[in-house]
């Protein structure tokens, strides 16, 4: 089954604004994790939050996690062409089996 | 550069072929997946390898045979495959086979089913 679906399903912004895409789950989780896929290409790990950790930075990147509605968000700030891509979250559920369940994804456009 | 490797980057076969997806990681990761990334639809894992042992085949056909030597290399047999079967094919490891770890892809074969 589903674990996380993403909102939106496809966003088009402009270069130097920012992006800011939400991720909700289903059952409880211990981590959420945040990957990149460019066209073509495999997924790239971003960034993990942990449950007990309601935010976390790395370089432009800005990740949220509320467990009480089940819902993580990625801002991504002052945004570049190269950030065009498809983003993912992915989690767990509430296995410790190092599975990981992947939403559909948000594809993210950013013009120049 | 990606750690992790997987040839052919893409495929065309008939459904009667015979072929084979490969897949190495430079890492050292004990833990290797084989994911189905078809349009439209969110990635879905298919097999779970840790210290090539099987530890998860999520319901995938008999068509599909994967096979680890080592926790190195990863391959996916296909035969007589469907047309429904033509995605991306991506293969992952990560260092440990648990909760938390990141996993790292590699680039995918795209299959095409004639």
Known sequence: ?112 | ETGVTQTPRHLVMGMTNKKSLKCEQHLGHNAMYWYKQSAKKPLELMFVYNFKEQTENNSVPSRFSPECPNSSHLFLHLHTLQPEDSALYLCASSQELRDGQPQHFGDGTRLSIL
């Open chain 1, 1 to 112: 089954s589903q674990q996380g679906e993403e909102d939106p399903q496809a966003l088009s912004i402009q270069e130097g604004e920012n992006a800011t895409m939400n991720c909700s789950y289903k059952t409880s989780i211990n981590n959420l994790q945040w990957y990149r896929q460019n066209s073509g290409r495999g997924l790239v790990h971003l960034i993990l939050i942990r449950s007990n950790e309601r935010e976390k930075h790395s370089g432009r990147l800005r990740v949220t996690l509320d467990t009480s509605k089940k819902s993580s968000s990625l801002l991504i700030t002052a945004s570049r062409a190269a950030d065009t891509a498809s983003y993912f979250c992915a989690t767990g559920g509430s296995s410790n089996t190092g599975k990981l369940i992947f939403g559909q994804g948000t594809t993210l456009q950013v013009k120049p």
